[in-house]
């Protein structure tokens, strides 16, 4: 089968797509034919980091068609529709978990589907489990065009907050906040953004933080947020540079302050948040409620292509491989290598 490798390099990993053998299943285990894959900027960070060691498969998610079962699952039948989190979806076959799978609508587009399991599910575990939000309360998310920002600002709108924040340095992204359950959308590169989010918010400031950025923000972030508000880091695209804190800010105001992310997860942990993600999230799915918005398609042979794209930050949502031609022509149109290395 073909299935897209990170080769590491002394000056960091590159992609190659190769040719390996078909995984078997083995108890409690499934093998999906995968449709398409979407892609996440972890990914980018990943190749990059990648220095030693052997080449290893790419990809956290993925959408296709279950072709084996292993001794004891009952949860899912071979031809059953499925998108899954594990590594190795950019694979024509992936192995996976049985309990990493979530049942996909019969008549959601591949890409769509493909889109939905990393986004959704760490949405829902900064929002729900590590932010703690409940009805009525405000939530702001940075970097909000992005696949798990859209994914963080649908939910906030559909599991009833007050305010939906959403902010952006484009304008032309921030114009489509609205249509995603956005209340407010926020230029994050205006001088006092800290005073547009507590006027947002009536001047209290904001329950549920929920940001990508990291160092460049942390301090707005916290000036910010209402009393007992809940700052939750998932990652840190602008960087780590250490920020001054105001600890008698933090401490009368009786803030929270977390990181998450997968890499420090036990599997039990891994599998708890996908199972939590299906039981919350997936009925908004299956009624319609939820969005998919897929930016662009490329062929898995493209995968260098998809990756300088991401790179360029000039996506609105998701960015998906198609590995089965069938998932290229239900998604948007794709790029051209050439006109995405030109993006990069």
Not at 39 to 59: C, D, Q, T, Y
Not at 75 to 101: F, I, K, N, P
Not at 143 to 149: C, L, M, N
Request: aromatic content about 4%; some cysteine; proline content about 5%.
């Amino acid at each position: 089968m073909k299935a897209a490798m990170i080769v590491p390099g002394p000056q960091g990993g590159h992609l190659e797509v190769r040719e390996i053998p078909c995984p078997a299943p083995g108890p409690g285990q499934v093998v999906v034919q995968v449709m398409a894959s979407g892609l996440n900027r972890g990914e980018l960070i990943r190749v990059r980091e990648a220095r030693s060691g052997v080449p290893i498969l790419a990809g956290i998610e993925f959408a296709g068609i279950v072709s084996q079962v292993g001794q004891g699952v009952r949860s899912v039948r071979e031809g059953d529709r499925v998108s899954g989190h594990g590594w190795g979806g950019q694979s024509e076959y992936v192995l996976a978990e049985a309990r990493a799978l979530i049942p996909m609508p019969a008549t959601l587009p591949w890409a769509d589907a493909a889109a939905f399991p990393n986004v959704f599910i760490t949405a829902h575990d900064a929002l729900v489990t590590n932010g703690e939000f409940r009805a009525g309360q405000s939530v702001l998310v940075n970097a909000a065009t992005g696949g798990v920002g859209l994914a963080a600002i649908q939910l906030a709108a559909q599991l009833g907050a007050s305010q939906v924040i959403g902010t952006s340095r484009s304008a032309a992204k921030l114009a489509r906040l609205r249509e995603y359950g956005a209340t407010h959308a926020l230029d994050a590169s205006q001088p006092d953004i800290v005073q547009a989010v507590r006027d947002a918010t009536g001047g209290r400031g904001v329950d549920v933080i929920i940001d990508s950025l990291g160092g460049s923000v942390f301090d707005a972030n916290l000036k910010s947020m209402a009393v007992h508000g809940r700052l939750v880091i998932i990652a840190r695209m602008s960087g780590i540079e250490t920020a001054q804190v105001d600890i008698k800010h933090l401490w009368i105001n009786r803030l929270k302050v977390m990181g998450t992310t997968f890499r420090t997860r036990t599997e039990e942990e891994r599998l708890s948040l996908i199972e939590a993600c299906a039981r919350d999230v997936l009925p908004l799915l299956q009624e319609g409620r939820l969005k998919l918005p897929v930016d662009r398609v490329f062929a898995l042979d493209d995968i260098e292509q998809a990756h300088a794209y991401m790179a360029s930050d000039q996506h609105f949502g998701k960015i998906v491989l198609a590995v089965h031609e069938e998932a290229m022509a239900a998604g948007s149109q794709p790029m051209s290598p050439r006109a995405a290395k030109e993006m990069a």
